[in-house]
């Protein structure tokens, strides 16, 4: 809890806060995080963003005591009406970020086979209409110069009209 007794005299138990802040950043924070947190810690930040939200929240990296990465969640709120009080809590969401990263893997993975899935598609109908439209152009082809030969029976010629109407609708 960080206590505000003057709107521009901060107190913060045991220790100055932004002086605790430092130390710890530099001892916890991932070293590409630390200049922005450093800056997003400062009290006159913190204010500022609580006057415009009544929660302020700041992620950032740290290592763990054999080196692994964790992500941790800092969120600021006023503990009452004065705003002479500000609530810190610290939250590690590591398991939470580890998720969503896996399900974007897993989206991005999908995304890949149904793009796959759809040139296959567009290449199959492709080769199929071309592989259909030549031997269907003979068809046609061979229906008109028939259909052109005199003394044809008018049940022939009516079928050959219907052979040549179903061609152009393929």
Known sequence: ILHIDHPNQYVFKAEDYEHSCHKSIHRDVVEEDREKLQEKLKIENLVEELDKSDQYFIKFRTYDSVGNVHVKRLNYKYLDDTKTTILIVQTDITAIVNERNEQMKQTEAALIVAK????????????????????????????KLTKGISGLPEEAVNNLSAIEESGDFC
């Open 116 to 143: 796959k899935a759809n040139q296959a598609k567009s290449e199959f109908l492709s080769r199929m209409s071309h592989d259909m439209r030549t031997p269907m152009n003979g068809i046609i082809g061979l229906t």
